[in-house]
């Protein structure tokens, strides 16, 4: 069965950075897309970062500027820098990939302090 592994979640001060990865294990046929959504308490969750197979990336525009999404194709895995992080980046941040069947990962808790 296919697993996302997540790691790199944690408590920050505003204006500091993180940097979150996923890894995608187990038989997948391909990968379309990787990316990372995120759900604040009492919110929907919200798209905040993708990037395509052949590189092709797009943020929310909360982010834009502060974040950078990469991969590696090659060992399907996804990171997010987070750099000048706000409170409000504050939530629980989900990896998902985009194959023959969708895939979430378990989530990772980001805290960003005042």
């Known amino acids: 069965q296919v697993q996302l592994v997540e790691s790199g979640g944690g408590l920050v001060q505003a204006g500091g950075s993180l940097r979150l990865s996923c890894a995608a294990s187990?038989?997948?046929?391909?990968?379309?897309?990787m990316g990372w959504y995120r759900q604040a308490p009492g919110k929907q969750r919200e798209l905040v970062a993708t990037?395509?197979?052949?590189?092709?990336?797009n943020y929310a525009d909360s982010v834009k500027g502060r974040f950078t999404i990469s991969r590696d194709n090659a060992k399907n895995t996804v990171s997010l820098q987070m750099n000048s992080l706000k409170p409000e980046d504050t939530a629980v941040y989900y990896c998902?990939?985009?194959?023959?069947?969708?895939?979430w990962g378990r989530g990772t808790q980001v805290t960003v302090s005042s």
């Open positions: 990037i395509t197979s052949g590189g092709s990336t």
């Open positions: 187990g038989n997948i046929f391909s990968i379309n897309a």
């Open positions: 998902k990939v985009w194959s023959r069947y969708d895939y």
